[in-house]
């Protein structure tokens, strides 16, 4: 399958686009996404300014800007559109006030970003996220129905297995609002009697991506896939686990190409 391999930059939040672009572009990856939050070098309140610059320079080392991890304040939406940056990533938090009322509330936030997804023509992806978040592909699915095209599902390998589900499924479903893939791996861990989620290399979680890739093919999806650097043991550099897995998801994509 063809596809745009991708990688959140998360690991390197705080590093300018020029020495970014040319890490990432050296294990292998032409797309990124960019996190655009208080921690790292493009912010909420300097993405105006910084966030063109930034993609520019990410652009001349041959790396294309798939997305940033932000808000959906409109400075955020109008840097992006500055940029040529065409989706903000964001995943719907759940509150003390329960489920539901939590789902009516990030439905009307999502509702609010309506007229700025039509006026900057950038769009906004929903990723389900285990834990305090609406946790499964149905849930986002659920949460997007009506809503116009701008607004994506960011599909999650880990979080989509951690939820019970099997990408056959999920990926059929979510196929008409698929705006980009994240691949990354899970297990449990017990750990003082508790169990908690322990994030590994491809080849050793919950997730089957030789079965994600053949999910992909059935329903012909040749976006970006974006591998998101998220390992919970710090022994091994992220670089090093990241080219292992690159090379891993492209040698299972090959496995399965795009129809014609």
Not at 135 to 140: A, C, D, E, H, M
Request: charged residues 20%; proline residues 7%; glycine residues 8%.
């Amino acid at each position: 399958m063809s596809c745009l391999w991708s990688v959140f930059t998360k690991p390197w939040a705080g590093l300018p686009g020029a020495e970014l672009g040319a890490l990432v572009a050296g294990i292998g990856f032409a797309g990124a996404e960019i996190p655009v939050r208080d921690t790292a070098y493009v912010t909420p309140a300097n993405a105006q300014r910084e966030l063109p610059k930034f993609s520019s320079q990410l652009r001349t080392e041959g790396v294309e800007p798939i997305s940033v991890a932000s808000d959906l304040s409109e400075p955020v939406f109008a840097a992006c559109a500055e940029a040529g940056v065409p989706m903000i990533r964001i995943m719907a938090e759940l509150g003390p006030d329960g489920y539901a009322a939590s789902v009516r509330r990030n439905r009307e936030q999502l509702e609010q970003a309506v007229e700025l997804t039509e006026r900057y023509d950038v769009q906004v992806g929903v990723q389900p996220h285990h834990g305090r978040y609406v946790s499964s592909t149905l849930g986002v699915l659920q949460l997007l129905d009506g809503l116009p095209n701008h607004f994506k599902l960011v599909w999650d390998a880990a979080h989509d297995a951690l939820a019970g589900d099997h990408p056959a499924v999920t990926l059929e479903l979510g196929a008409d609002r698929l705006g980009i893939v994240n691949l990354k791996n899970v297990h449990y861990t017990r750990t003082n009697g508790n169990w908690r989620t322990h994030f590994v290399e491809a080849e050793d979680g919950l997730s089957d991506w030789p079965a994600v890739f053949a999910a992909l093919r059935q329903v012909n999806y040749n976006g970006p896939v974006c591998l998101t650097g998220q390992y919970s043991d710090p022994a091994v550099p992220v670089e090093e686990r990241l080219r292992n897995d690159l090379h891993f998801a492209v040698t299972s994509a090959a496995q399965h190409p795009s129809r014609e």
